[in-house]
């Protein structure tokens, strides 16, 4: 029988620059492929501007004013935070401003991660830019995945499968199982030109998630608003491996919610 999936997780608006919808339209899509719960996680990555001033991550201090719920759809707020050392740094963690956009000054000194951080339900920590790991032993990766998953606001491990990076798999898994972070299946990572390098690796892990008892999450990935809420390839997968349904955390929005107050201690 076919694993329910009534949220998407992991999806982009325009403010991730090379992606092209709007947050209602992502609302729309979600309610229009079935989805009671939508997350929206821009990426939070230097890859935005050439320059990372208070200025261009406005966005992410008034995510306040997005409504709870729009067109039937729960709506929560994130981001896709970039990983950026092999210590589980992110990005913008060693940014500190003093001064608000508008000049006047802040109370104290805060880190641009701090601030974006501080309106997000939660965070998907992801490597888009590996260069950093180059060179990296099987055990700096593994310790890398290990302190990513220790920051507070980490509910989601983005495509793991397909970053390339050698890690201790069943470590990482086990760490994220008793830690009460989801592992990631990623939509995108399994259609298209993404799948050709990633299939192979993303079967192996949605195994052994099942194997050891991990929850997973599900993200479109969308970077437009058609592909929101869409899943045929996951359910592909999560059938081929007899994934079982109570490990997926998306399987209804009380299921991703309950996920998001263990872990976030986020109350909705
Ligand atoms: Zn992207
Ligand atoms: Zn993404």
Redesign the pocket.
């Known amino acids: 029988m076919a694993v329910p999936i009534a949220c998407d997780v992991?999806t982009?608006t325009l403010f991730s620059r090379h992606a092209y919808s709007t947050v209602e339209e992502d609302v729309r899509a979600a309610a229009e492929h079935g989805m009671g719960l939508l997350g929206i996680?821009d990426?939070f990555s230097c890859m935005l501007f050439p320059t990372q001033e208070l200025h261009n991550f406005q966005y992410f201090q008034n995510m306040h004013c997005w409504p709870r719920e729009w067109h039937g759809v729960q709506l929560l707020r994130g981001c896709?935070a970039d990983i950026v050392s092999l210590d589980g740094a992110f990005f913008g963690g060693d940014i500190t401003y003093t001064t608000n956009p508008s000049g006047r000054p802040m109370s104290r000194p805060r880190t641009l991660k701090e601030i974006a951080f501080a309106e997000c339900d939660y965070v998907?920590a992801?490597v888009h830019d590996g260069t950093f790991a180059q060179g990296a032993s099987r055990a700096e990766v593994t310790r890398m995945y290990r302190r990513v998953i220790e920051e507070p606001k980490v509910l989601v491990l983005?495509h793991i499968g397909r970053t390339g990076l050698d890690f201790d798999l069943d470590e990482v898994l086990a760490a994220c199982r008793d830690a009460g972070v989801l592992v990631e299946v990623n939509e995108s990572s399994l259609v298209g030109e993404k799948r050709a390098g990633s299939l192979d690796r993303c079967r192996q892990i949605v195994e052994r998630c099942a194997e050891l008892g991990v929850p997973m999450s599900f993200g479109s990935?969308a970077h437009i608003s058609w592909m929101v809420g869409r899943h045929d390839a996951t359910d592909a997968l999560l059938d081929e491996t007899h994934f079982p349904a109570e490990l997926m955390a998306c399987r209804t929005p009380e299921a991703f919610l309950a996920a998001l107050s263990q872990k976030c201690q986020t109350l909705l």
């Open positions: 992991h982009h996680t990426h896709e998907v992801s983005g990935d």
